[in-house]
């Protein structure tokens, strides 16, 4: 099996159950984020989680790598992507997903691309540099998202 889960919340820096989904608050304008630390011995080209939001509150939630974030918006019902330019974000793709009780996000590294997925279908491609899944974190923005089924995918 190459994908691992990461099973513990004290891996991502929260007090948590480890049976019960994860859950991360950021107040109206601003961005709380999970760095999951101290990976297992390995090394990764993927990462995937599973998202979810309170009925009725904006909030959006996402993996952030180092220079791409993946996300989804529950207000519009939104899968985005964006990168980093001079501290900002810039949006390069945004595509209404439907409301659903869950979205699983995926992003795998394969030949020089980051592929992005959601609940198994493909959004996009981009080009990247990384070769390998360093830093990634868990965030979400706006209000609270719970999250679970998070796992790395080892390099083969």
């Known amino acids: 099996e190459r994908w691992v889960a990461i099973t513990d919340p004290r891996m991502l820096g929260i007090a948590a159950n480890a049976t019960e989904p994860f859950e991360l608050v950021a107040s109206k304008g601003n961005t709380a ?20 939001f309170k009925a009725g509150v904006d909030a959006n939630g996402g993996i952030d790598l180092d220079d791409r974030v993946v996300y989804v918006s529950n207000l519009h019902n939104w899968f985005m992507v964006a990168h980093l330019v001079a501290d900002k974000w810039v949006l390069d793709l ?28 493909e959004m996009g491609r981009y080009k990247t540099p990384s070769t390998r899944i360093i830093r990634p974190q868990i965030s979400t923005g706006q209000g609270p998202t719970s999250f679970d089924q998070v796992r790395l995918r080892k390099k083969s």
Do not use: S
């Open 94 to 121: 945004e595509k209404a997903c439907g409301e659903r009780d869950g979205y699983v996000i995926t992003i795998l590294i394969e030949n020089g691309e980051y592929i992005m997925f959601l609940d198994g279908e």
């Open 33 to 52: 984020r999970a760095i999951l630390q101290n990976l297992p011995p390995g090394e990764y080209d993927g990462i995937t989680a599973r998202f979810r």
